[in-house]
């Protein structure tokens, strides 16, 4: 029986372990969280996936089949549109504002402190 385990932190500081049984003869497939069963699918002998809520965050577990062995695999979907995703997106855009804003306000800045050095050295001269 193929078993692995994943831990995901969110971004409210929850822990979550996640858990994946396939069995070797039957098949059949168990996916749990915190130890609750979510997922029972029976005779996955193919590749699959499975996407379910973590807490806010959108999970996928691949089972995928190569040749005669399965490989495993879970992320968290952060690119499909959420409700979670898009506040990221939008903090994102917040933050890429707040750098071009800051960026400019710099050159700016530069700007004026070179014309005053300027300005001086002209008025030495």
């Not at 915190?34 to 965050?57: A, C, M, Q, W």
Request: hydrophobic share 40%; charged share 20%; aromatic share 14%.
């Amino acid at each position: 029986m193929s078993q692995f385990s994943w831990t995901l932190l969110d971004d409210f500081g929850h822990k979550y372990e996640i858990g994946l049984y396939h069995g070797d003869k039957s098949k059949h497939v168990l996916i749990h969280i915190n130890r609750k069963p979510i997922v029972i699918d029976f005779h996955i002998k193919e590749t699959k996936l499975y996407s379910f809520y973590v807490g806010h965050e959108l999970c996928e577990v691949q089972i995928l089949k190569d040749m005669e062995h399965y490989k495993y695999s879970f992320v968290t979907n952060q690119e499909i549109d959420t409700p979670l995703n898009l506040a990221r997106k939008e903090q994102s855009r917040k933050y890429f504002i707040l750098i071009i804003a800051l960026g400019l306000a710099l050159v700016l800045f530069i700007l004026g402190i070179s014309y005053w050095m300027m300005s001086i050295t002209h008025l030495l001269n």
